[in-house]
């Protein structure tokens, strides 16, 4: 990573050296101009309510449409299932999984379903052409693995150059193909999506292990056990970051897209 | 191709080479000492309500709450009346700081580290910061500019803008009935929180 940005650097440098750096920076930012958007005289000018051009050239900045989303009326319909969903049958089985089960115990098992998803994230470097974060990867998965006792533990979070791996992700990769999101979906049950990131979910599962164990031996009781037990400690998580997204929203289904659409660019720049 | 380093270039040609360190400085300061009093106001709140209460005034001398209404309703900001912005603005306010009170869980304490900051444009300055709450790390942006000082005019929550979030809500507000749709469903959130 230090590489590529000291390259960056150098290229910034060496265009601009050249002349040749007529790259436009980001449109939306202003220009400077003597009256800055938010400064006194803007001010004044705004709670007079006569519009000033140069105060609100600014306006433009944050983009009211993130995402395509034709299936709109769709997607609220499940949108609104899936909070009855999330508020009346998830959120009591979550709290009571959080009641019953000590934090200690909740975390170690977390821990254990994350580290046992290394081929989600190392499949997808790979693909990615990512090498370095592959091998990053791998090391943090071996040290959590045996150090961490079945990777309960995190002690590779204690060693730096391993503490922050960005986990890599189906849909990731289809954004670094260039792929986009096509339409926003909300799928039942899993909430947020797009076209391209149910693909990606699809890949995801594939490469989950938790997976494989009720794709082989399917049919069996004890493999519920195995997939509820992922699910089960995923929740509190998850229902904190809709939770989150949505409180305090004129439009909770607006809130979602936003949040979701926002999150995956920045998962994407990784 | 990977976007990063093309944004990394834009971002670092947007750079006046050296100027920017002092105004970087200077911000960095201001953003620190409030980062330092909403966690010292998290820390001392028994209850969330005591908490939005102990935070609202910390965040009015931080934040400028006008920049992030008017960029938050986008360019229908110019039809609202000047009471409907001045309504507008108080809502929004309100909004905001219940939104960020929410995040915080009484009893449990927040640790930031700040990176190094950039300038995207003269007078704006970003400044990245690794939250670790809960036992699990968050990237926090923070986004200021100056005037009157520098005052925070956007905060970014894994690349979550808040200022984006209600962009979207606003303007279908707006579409649907104009600056009063807009004041109304602000209303109703502030009254009926859900």
Redesign the interface.
């Known amino acids: 990573m230090k590489s590529r940005t000291s390259f960056s650097l150098f290229l910034a440098v060496a265009l601009f050296a050249t002349g040749c750096a007529t790259a436009p920076v980001k449109p939306s930012t202003p220009a400077p101009s003597p009256a800055p958007a938010n400064s006194p005289k803007a001010a004044v000018a705004v709670a007079d309510g006569k519009s000033v051009k140069s105060a609100d050239d600014d306006l433009d900045e944050y983009d009211a449409d993130l995402v395509a989303d034709p299936l709109e009326p769709l997607n609220r319909a499940t949108f609104w299932l899936n909070h009855g969903l999330y508020m009346f049958v998830f959120k009591p089985i979550s709290k009571t999984y959080e009641a019953i089960i000590p934090k200690p115990v909740r975390t170690g098992i977390h821990n254990a379903f994350e580290n046992v998803k290394f081929p989600v994230r190392v499949v997808n470097d790979g693909l990615q052409g990512n090498f370095k974060r592959a091998g990053l990867e791998t090391g943090r998965f071996l040290v959590n693995t045996t150090a961490g006792v079945g990777g309960i533990g995190r002690p590779a979070d204690h060693i730096p150059t391993l503490a922050d791996v960005p986990a890599g992700d189906t849909g990731q990769t289809f954004a670094k193909w260039g792929i986009g999101h096509g339409a926003y979906l909300v799928l039942p049950i899993l909430g947020p999506s797009s076209l391209r990131d149910t693909v990606g979910l699809a890949g995801d599962y594939a490469l989950n292990p938790v997976s494989w164990v009720t794709i082989w031996y399917g049919g069996y009781a004890w493999t519920l056990a195995i997939p509820s037990t992922n699910t089960l400690r995923a929740m509190p998580d998850q229902l904190g970051i809709y939770e989150a997204a949505t409180k305090n929203a004129l439009d909770r289904y607006l809130a979602a897209r936003a949040s979701y659409i926002q999150y995956r660019r920045k998962v994407a720049s990784k | 191709?990977?976007?990063?380093?093309i944004?990394?270039?834009?971002v670092?040609?947007?750079l006046p080479f050296g100027a920017a360190s002092a105004a970087t400085a200077e911000a960095e300061k201001h953003l620190q000492a409030a980062v330092g009093e909403v966690l010292a106001a998290g820390d001392a709140a028994r209850d969330n309500e005591s908490l939005v209460a102990s935070l609202r005034p910390i965040l009015q001398r931080h934040i400028?709450f006008?920049?992030m209404t008017?960029?938050?309703?986008?360019?229908g900001?110019?039809q609202?009346?000047?009471?409907q912005?001045?309504q507008a603005a108080r809502l929004f306010t309100t909004?905001i700081i219940?939104?960020y009170a929410?995040?915080f869980t009484p009893g449990e304490h927040a640790t930031i580290k700040f990176n190094p900051a950039t300038e995207?444009?003269?007078?704006?300055i970003e400044v990245p910061t690794t939250l670790v709450y809960k036992?699990s790390?968050y990237?926090v942006i923070y986004r200021l500019?100056?005037?009157?000082g520098w005052?925070i005019?956007d905060v970014v929550i894994?690349?979550?803008?808040m200022?984006?979030?209600?962009?979207?809500?606003?303007?279908?507000?707006f579409k649907k009935g104009g600056a009063s749709a807009v004041v109304g469903?602000?209303n109703?959130?502030v009254e009926h929180?859900?």
Do not use: C, H
């Open positions: 191709m990977n976007p990063r380093p944004i990394l270039l834009l670092l040609l947007a400028s006008d920049t008017r960029r938050a309703v986008g360019p900001w110019r609202f009346a000047a009471d912005q001045q909004l219940r939104t929410g995040k995207p444009a003269p007078g704006r036992g790390k990237s500019e100056e005037a009157e005052k005019t894994e690349g979550v803008s200022v984006a979030n209600y962009r979207a809500q606003f303007d279908a507000e469903a602000l109703q959130s929180p859900k």
